[in-house]
């Protein structure tokens, strides 16, 4: 099974009464989820099937929110398959997901680490200071050269390279509107705002990472079972040391989504499971390989469909 990957989604996926189904279903995830209540002192899985949305969409909620809810789903499938797939990957957060499927991080751990990622990232920039913006329809290299021209204006940069055709970028009020603008005038089909509280992924979060990397020192981190591919590098991260590093830069660097699916089709995988809330990234993979089966596992009816998958890929 090693033309499989596991790919897990990050922070956009989430909605209220996500897992709902797979709790209602299985043990496995239901231990899981009380897991997650009990590493953070309330219930999280309340949260999660009941809402209310506000509050789940809060950063500090989202985060640990899918986490949980992508972990328990991939402990469902391998509890029905058993399958180990050749390569993992995550989309920003959903990198921890990947990350504890593949045993380099403690469950119990990484729920926590990303509810204070959630914080560290909420408070590393002013409310209302910066942004992000999605340019969909220009090539990545008219979008970086709009950004170092806006960023006159004050500090813009690319942060996620999603697909061909999808960029967000992020920072400063200003130098976003100016970006904004200037990608419009360059050819964008759309220029869209985000509904985020800050400018992920953009330098402006580096004091995020210098304290997530004080969090990262206090917990354990093992080699992977399994190579992840990190969102910074587009690279295998086969070590702790390297991971650590990763998951520090990737909080003020830039998401190559892009890149780490077609670094994993390079590889020989041919087949991708979104594990977790949403279907976003089975889109996006569409879009970068067509070759690509994308399926994804988020309750009972999508679980089934995975496993005669696995049994015709045998």
Request: net charge negative; hydrophobic share 45%; aromatic share 4%.
């Amino acid at each position: 099974m090693s033309k499989i990957a596991y790919v897990f989604p990050g922070q956009g996926s989430q909605s209220v009464g996500m897992g709902r189904e797979l709790y209602d279903n299985f043990a496995i995830f239901r231990q899981t989820m009380e897991e997650a209540d009990d590493a953070l002192g309330f219930k999280l899985s309340k949260m999660c099937f009941e809402g209310p949305a506000e509050e789940l969409n809060s950063t500090v909620n989202t985060q640990p929110a899918i986490l949980a809810v992508s972990v328990g789903a991939y402990r469902v499938l391998q509890q029905e398959c058993g399958v180990t797939p050749g390569l993992m990957a995550g989309h920003s957060l959903g990198e921890y997901s990947a990350l504890v499927a593949a045993g380099a991080l403690q469950f119990a751990d990484a729920v926590r680490v990303v509810r204070q990622r959630g914080s560290f990232m909420q408070e590393a920039a002013p409310a209302g200071s910066g942004g992000m913006a999605a340019i969909l329809g220009l090539p990545r290299e008219k979008v970086i050269s709009c950004c170092q021209e806006a960023s006159a204006q004050g500090l813009i940069e690319p942060v996620n390279f999603n697909c061909p055709g999808q960029v967000v970028i992020a920072g400063e009020k200003a130098a976003l509107q100016k970006a904004m603008e200037l990608c419009r005038q360059a050819g964008a089909k759309r220029a869209v705002e985000l509904a985020v509280s800050g400018p992920f992924h953009s330098s402006l979060m580096k004091p995020a990472g210098e304290r997530l990397a004080q969090v990262l020192d206090e917990i354990t981190i093992n080699n992977p079972s399994v190579p992840v591919v990190a969102n910074v590098s587009a690279a295998n991260i086969q070590t702790a040391v390297e991971i650590k590093d990763s998951l520090v830069r990737q909080i003020s660097g830039a998401v190559l989504w892009e890149d780490s699916v077609a670094r994993m089709a390079d590889q020989g995988i041919t087949t991708m499971v979104e594990i977790g809330p949403g279907k976003v990234l089975c889109g996006l993979i569409k879009k970068i390989n067509k070759e690509i089966t994308a399926v994804n596992v988020e309750d009972v009816a999508s679980l089934e469909k995975v496993l005669a998958l696995f049994k015709e890929v045998g």
